[in-house]
Structure formats: C-alpha cells, structure tokens
C-alpha cells in the first residue's frame, strides 16, 4: 500500500538488503494505528495523534491516511489566535487548502489577539507581509502597525526590509496621535529615513483620523434571478438602481437556482443543462464555468455554510451536493428522502433546514434538518403554519420571513441552544400571490418582493403593503428568485 516501502524494499538500497527500515520519528502506537487503518479500513484518528499520524502517512506516502487526517482536522479543528500559525504552517505544508484558507483567515480575523502573543516575532518576513497586505484586515490599523514594529524589533530588520513592511500598512488610516506619540520618534523611524518621511508626510497634513480598520461595513445587493437565455441576473444596488450583468457563457434554462458566497454567486441547475454550475464573480464581473453536479438538479435550493455551497434536492433528484472554493468537484453529502421542490433553506450553524414547497406534487408544511458535519438528515417536529407549494425567503437570525404561493407572510424566529433547534412560528399574516415566479429580501423592516412587474413592499410591523417609489426593472423577464450578496468594499 506504499511506495515508500515498496522503493526501500524492491530497490538496491540497503534496507532490501537487511530487510530492517528504521523508523526514529515515528513513535510505535502511530505505526500501528498506521497499520491498522490501512489493513482494516478503520478510523483511528484522534486529537492526540492526528499531527503524528499525519507526518507518518506524508513519509509513508499513504495519500487515504492523509485525507483521513484532512477531514478530522475540517471537522473538529477549533482554530485560536495562539494556535492558527502553526495550523496554517501545517496545512500549507500539506497542502490542506480549506484548513489553510481557515487558518489565515483566522489569523487576519483574530491579529489583535495574535499581536500580543510571542507567535507575532516568529513569523518569517514574507509570513508577515502575506498578513498585513491582506485588505480584509478587521483590526484597527493601528493594531497592524503595532504588530510590525514589534516583528521589525525582535529580527533587527534592515532597512530595506522596514520600508517594504511600512509600505503594507495603511498609515493613512493610523491613529494620528498614535504616529505621534509611539512612531515618528521611534528607533525604527528614526533609523530609517524613507520612513521617517512617510510618517511625517502623514503627520504634516494636518489630518485628524482616529483608529479605523481597513474594512468598510459591507452593503447588500440583490441580484435578481431573471431568465432570457445566458441573461440570468441583474442586480438591485444599495442606492435603489438597476444594473444588468454581463450574459453567461452557457444557458442553463429556468428554474436554476442561486446563492452567494464571498464575492462570487454561484448558480447551479436548470431546465436545460440539470448538472451544470455557473460562478459570477461580483467584483471582477466575469463568469466562469465550474464542475457539474453529480445528480440532475432542477427547481431545487440552494445556499452556503461555513464557506461551502450547498445544492439541495429539486425535482429530478433528493441529493445534497457539496462544494468549496477550492475544490474541483461536487461531492453528494446527503439524501433528503423526499422528492421536494420549490423549498426555502435556513442556514443555521452547521445545520441546514430546508422548509416547505412542494412533495411529490403536494403542498407541505415539513421542516427537514440536515447537519453539515455528521451529514445526517433529520425530520424537525414543528412545522409551518401553511402548507406552501412554493416558498421564498429571508433570514436574519433569529428571524426568517417566509413568503409562499398563496401570499401567506410568516415570521419564524428560530434558535440554536447547545445543539437543539427550536422553531416559534411568530406571526402569519395575508399580502396576495405571487404564484411561482418571484424573489424576497428584507429592507428596513419591509420585505420588498420582485416580481416582472415590479417591487411589492410588504411591511412587517403594519402587517400590510405599503406604497414604494422603487424604479421598475428595465427588464420584464419573469423572476425565478434573488440572491443577496455582501459587495461592501475595503477602504483602499
């Protein structure tokens, strides 16, 4: 089962001579759980072994030990501003990309925390600039030039290096009197002279900025779902204006289905093409053509967790489909059981709930709970206050607005304590049918509906329509649905 072994013992190394491989790093217990889950087909990977385990099958060139490892750390790995720098080493080491991509993300997310632990001056310099150059800082920039100096301190940098570090941070947006009380004096500045002239040129321009981050609070926009051959969205910008997306290079037919993830939406399915995926990058503008669906999916849901994309059921196929970023294919993780179609889905946790629309040619009230770590599928026991034959919504937890077919308005507040789901079906109220073809979103306590026609202004306090003065779609294509999508962009 390995070709390490087979080149030492089929070769004219000296092992196939003396038949003895010695093995200093790799302690006995972790050969025979090596051993074992090879022969037996058995998981024995744990907390405590897991790093050693790993090691040996990298040596022993055991790729199923390795992607055994992979999924153990996915599963259970609780990331911290101590222990992410050594995670992200490991798994770029290994060439773990989800592991790695969580950790750095991790590292940025937590760098306030990680600044103050001694992990801070063991980065290596091109570690270090990889950070601090990330635009998707959350810290203030303060925190980042703080981290700098304390690196640029401990390895005794040169002055070349100083200035490429200083050039990452964003001392435009550094604390005014913190360049002047801790920067423009410092032994760093003082010794660097293009430095001390980038920090005096900010000082001199007699700004007043207090500490920022890089980030900027991310507004929503909805794409719309519209349909005219490779013309599948258009979107509905903060500002209350439309604008068309560029046409996609495949038609999928209607009835696909949509939801975004980071910058990108992803657009699976359809009449025409079941299997295919679509991937619209929202900054750049571009679409690309990613990796088809293992199973037909039409009139299906579809929605993202923890940095996955989710493709759920339809009408050709029960299956849950699994994709990542930086994954190549779609894995099924799932069976619903059911044939259902024109469902809702509800992001909660690790778990997914895919509520009401239709079975097999009946209207349903149910709540199906699918876990995405144990990749199980469960039956909740509340159900819906309607029996929707097709369902549209919203979701800000605790709160999920449900429009359906018949015009029925719900509003769930749904919770996650320790595990447990529970779902209170909070209020019901009447707007009028939409039928099939629309998209919600929720806007300053109003849900506004896109139909073909136009934008329906529900609000949610009152109970009852109200009038709007939001501008019609330059495109009367029907509306299959819409997808919301965070496009807020850093401050740079």
Wanted: charged share 25%.
């Amino acid at each position: 089962m390995s070709s390490y072994f087979r080149a030492m013992f089929s070769s004219d190394m000296a092992e196939s001579q003396t038949g003895v491989l010695n093995l200093p790093t790799v302690s006995l217990s972790v050969l025979q759980d090596v051993i074992k889950m090879c022969l037996c087909g058995i998981n024995l990977v744990s907390e405590t072994n897991c790093v050693q385990v790993l090691d040996a099958a990298e040596m022993m060139q055991l790729e199923h030990i390795k992607d055994i490892c992979d999924i153990f750390l996915k599963e259970s790995l609780a990331l911290t501003a101590e222990n992410c720098l050594n995670w992200w080493r490991l798994s770029k080491l290994y060439n773990f990309d989800d592991l790695s991509n969580r950790a750095f993300s991790c590292l940025a997310d937590e760098f306030a925390g990680f600044v103050e632990t001694e992990n801070i001056v063991h980065l290596s310099k091109e570690e270090l600039l990889e950070i601090i150059s990330k635009e998707e800082m959350k810290c203030t920039e303060d925190i980042i030039l703080k981290g700098a100096m304390k690196w640029i301190e401990h390895n005794n940098s040169d002055q070349d290096d100083v200035k490429l570090i200083f050039e990452n941070v964003r001392l435009d947006i550094v604390d005014s009197q913190f360049l002047i009380d801790t920067v423009v004096y410092s032994d760093i500045a003082c010794k660097t002279k293009s430095v001390q002239e980038m920090i005096q040129k900010e000082i001199h321009s007699h700004r007043q900025v207090t500490a920022s981050s890089r980030v900027s609070p991310k507004i929503p926009e909805v794409f719309v779902l519209h349909y005219n051959k490779t013309s599948l969205l258009s979107c509905f910008t903060p500002d209350n204006k439309w604008e068309d997306v560029p046409p996609a290079p495949v038609d999928p037919g209607n009835w696909y289905s949509a939801a975004g993830l980071d910058d990108n939406i992803y657009i699976t399915g359809g009449s025409n093409k079941k299997k295919c995926t679509l991937i619209y990058n929202t900054v750049r503008k571009v679409w690309t053509v990613g990796p088809d669906l293992t199973h037909d999916h039409w009139v299906h849901c579809m929605v993202t967790s923890n940095s996955k994309v989710y493709s759920i059921g339809g009408y050709y196929s029960n299956m849950i489909e699994e994709l990542t970023e930086s994954e190549t294919n779609w894995q099924v993780v799932g069976d619903l059981g059911l044939r259902r179609y024109y469902t809702f889905p509800v992001t909660v946790g690790e778990n997914i709930l895919v509520v009401g629309g239709t079975i097999d040619s009946a209207e349903s009230d149910v709540i199906q709970c699918f876990n995405t770590r144990t990749h199980t599928v469960s039956q909740l026991n509340t159900k819906l206050s309607c029996s929707p034959k097709s369902l549209r919504g919203c979701v800000h937890l605790p709160d999920v607005y449900l429009l359906d077919y018949d015009g029925h308005v719900m509003h769930l507040q749904v919770t996650n304590t320790d595990g447990e789901i529970k779902i209170q079906v909070k209020s019901t109220a009447e707007w009028k049918s939409f039928k099939y073809r629309f998209g919600v979103t929720h806007h300053d306590g109003s849900l506004l509906c896109f139909t073909k026609d136009g934008i329906g202004k529900f609000n949610l306090a009152e109970g009852k329509e109200e009038q709007n003065t939001f501008p019609k779609s330059p495109r009367s294509d029907l509306v299959f649905n819409v997808c919301t999508v965070s496009c807020g962009k850093t401050s740079r």
